[in-house]
């Protein structure tokens, strides 16, 4: 039992580049989420999927694209990689309880955009 | 509209001496409320977790967490801190009743632990 996963863990881009950070769960979790972390501002949410076939925007989306290609995997797409993109991003799951549900993290994936 | 303030970003303890991280929270409803802890280079780890169930919410590794709805906070506690303690520590305040929860998080506090 992986948990969540995440690929890859590192990624140097150069501006306008796009690349696409893939997300995977093993256990059975209905919602799935992603965040960017930014140093001294915690977390925040792009987007999330609160069911299979399902996608809406969080706090920040501007620039990012998502798909829930089934029920384990939900990746996040930047279609032309800004210096501002530049954060360590995380993806997260649960089973979709509501405001009780304990979110379960990835180890997260480092990006930097030249 | 909800949120979270951790008042210190920055916490100084000795090895075996108490710890307190504090958060206040803002929240329409009644809130879910957690403490994350992140070691350096590594994921979210859950601490603890309030549900309105119990006001005093015990988690792993010793923490523990008060609410106290009459002065809004959610304070992290530990009797004793241990050199492993060493890490960045999230307040978070989940909303949404159903389904998918947004969670709001703090700005974070770093925990140095001196020998």
């Known amino acids: 039992n992986a948990g969540v996963t995440q690929t890859p863990k590192f990624q140097v881009l150069k501006t306008g580049q796009s690349m696409t950070l893939q997300c995977a769960q093993d256990?059975?979790?209905?919602?799935m989420y992603w965040y960017r972390q930014d140093p001294g501002m915690g977390l925040r949410l792009i987007y999330y999927?609160?069911?299979?076939?399902?996608?809406d925007k969080g706090e920040v989306p501007n620039g990012y694209n998502v798909s829930r290609l089934n029920k384990r995997e939900f990746s996040l797409r930047l279609e032309s990689a800004a210096p501002s993109q530049t954060s360590v991003y995380f993806c997260?799951?649960?089973?979709?309880?509501?405001?009780?549900?304990?979110?379960?993290f990835g180890p997260g994936t480092r990006l930097t955009v030249l | 509209a909800q949120s979270v303030t951790q008042l210190d970003s920055h916490v100084s303890v000795s090895e075996g001496t108490p710890v307190l991280l504090r958060c206040n929270y803002s929240?329409?409803?009644?809130?879910?409320l957690f403490w994350y802890v992140q070691h350096p280079n590594k994921g979210l780890q859950l601490l603890l977790k309030?549900?309105?169930?119990?006001?005093l919410v015990k988690g792993i590794n010793g923490f523990e967490a008060e609410f106290k709805k009459s002065e809004t906070s959610f304070h992290l506690t530990k009797p004793s801190a241990h050199m492993s303690d060493a890490a960045e520590y999230f307040c978070?305040?989940?909303?949404?009743?159903?389904?998918?929860?947004?969670?709001?998080f703090g700005t974070g506090t770093r925990l140095t632990v001196i020998p």
């Open positions: 978070v305040v989940s909303e949404t009743q159903t389904g998918a929860n947004n969670l709001f």
């Open positions: 929240s329409s409803y009644s809130p879910s």
């Open positions: 999927s609160a069911s299979e076939g399902t996608t």
């Open positions: 997260a799951s649960n089973r979709g309880l509501g405001q009780i549900d304990t979110q379960y």
């Open positions: 309030y549900t309105s169930a119990a006001t």
């Open positions: 256990m059975n979790h209905n919602s």
